[in-house]
């Protein structure tokens, strides 16, 4: 969900304590069902909701399926400190004990749509083991299932992807093994996703820049974005949820996931950024440098300069130079978050701008935010009154 990592349980929606403790998603904790609601994510009470259905209709499942909710959303530390006030969103993976993706709904399934996911899955599943020697077979089974519910022309936007996989997977065996590429799924996302767009566009008489919000509620529906996630199933079937979700969720919600301090996900990576910025910030203001959205991967940064004063030595090329010459290094927004929470330092807000830098000083809590849309000069002045950066008073 896009709820708040730092502010909501990462929850299980069942009693049942899965052996997943050492696994980098499993929970510290099952939160109990009568725990505070504001610390529970959007979506529990309708999702616990459909899942007591399910089990009412299905008893056995009650002791095969755990049900994890994870809050992946802009923390207060991100959006200057506001709440958000769109509509929230939520996606459903269902995976093996592995973690191997098996289906994919965005938006909150009734009770109905759970058990056709999971009967998805377990066909998935039973394929692997009868195709395991041949991934091309497995992919065509994928892709014609899915395609005998899509209507014609999504048939033919599936067909094109279908087409780039097995191209990657002859090239992976090959070499070996079978690889799942990130680089890859991000451009299958997009190329999907521009028809989508134009397929909603269609279906939902959406037009002006305001239907955006509009659009955002019919996808608590997961009917609304089915053809998209049938479509996209063959890229992702059996691939590791942990490695690729984040490429999804970041295309889709426009920033990648941000991960709450007790999730155990590039832990030991987060935790050295943390103690690195602790431990400089005694001494010397930092500058970090934030890695862009999935959407501006491609951009070129710092970017070329294009007027004469940025050629004589004042674009961002040359302020990034100078940045990285004092106490510097780059991080991910989670990081940042968790960084920006550790030092009690001031939010600040990535939503409409994109964040390129952030500088933090030992004088005080205020976190200072550099946008792609800033002058460069703006940059130059801090850096220039300081040998790092300068100490706001």
Request: hydrophobic share 40%.
């Amino acid at each position: 969900t896009d709820d708040d990592p730092f502010r909501t349980g990462t929850t299980t929606l069942n009693r049942r304590q899965a052996n997943l403790d050492g696994g980098e998603f499993g929970p510290d904790e099952i939160v109990d069902e009568d725990a505070a609601p504001e610390k529970m994510p959007w979506c529990y009470a309708d999702f616990a909701s459909s899942l007591n259905d399910l089990y009412r209709q299905n008893p056995d499942l009650q002791n095969q399926v755990n049900v994890q909710v994870l809050p992946v959303g802009l923390p207060l530390e991100l959006t200057g400190g506001e709440k958000q006030q769109s509509p929230p969103r939520a996606m459903m993976a269902v995976c093996d004990a592995d973690y191997r993706w098996l289906s994919l709904a965005i938006g909150l399934p009734d009770a109905h749509q759970l058990a056709s996911h999971l009967e998805d899955a377990q066909e998935l599943s039973m394929w692997e083991r009868q195709l395991a020697k041949n991934p091309i077979d497995l992919i065509d089974a994928v892709h014609n299932r899915s395609a005998k519910r899509l209507d014609r022309s999504w048939r033919d936007v599936m067909g094109s992807t279908v087409k780039e996989i097995k191209e990657e997977v002859d090239l992976a065996i090959v070499g070996g093994s079978l690889v799942s590429n990130r680089n890859q799924l991000l451009s299958l996302c997009e190329s999907l996703e521009s028809y989508y767009v134009s397929d909603v566009k269609l279906r939902f008489g959406l037009s002006e820049a305001s239907d955006a919000r509009r659009l955002r509620i019919l996808e608590h529906h997961v009917q609304t974005r089915r053809p998209w996630c049938q479509a996209i199933l063959p890229a992702i079937a059996l691939a590791d949820f942990r490695l690729l979700h984040s490429c999804i969720v970041d295309l889709l919600w426009g920033f990648p996931p941000v991960y709450g301090d007790r999730l155990r996900l590039n832990e030991s990576s987060k935790k050295e950024a943390i103690q690195w910025a602790a431990l400089h910030l005694q001494s010397s203001p930092i500058v970090l440098s934030v890695e862009p959205v999935a959407s501006k991967r491609f951009d070129a940064w710092p970017p070329l300069a294009n007027t004469q004063r940025e050629r004589r030595g004042n674009g961002w090329k040359d302020v990034h130079n100078k940045a990285a010459q004092g106490k510097y290094r780059s991080v991910n927004l989670s990081t940042l978050a968790s960084i920006l929470r550790n030092q009690g330092s001031t939010p600040i807000d990535v939503r409409f701008r994109a964040v390129r830098y952030v500088a933090l000083s030992n004088r005080n809590e205020k976190a200072l935010a550099f946008h792609e849309t800033d002058p460069p000069g703006k940059f130059a002045v801090l850096l220039r009154k300081h040998r790092s950066i300068l100490a706001v008073r």
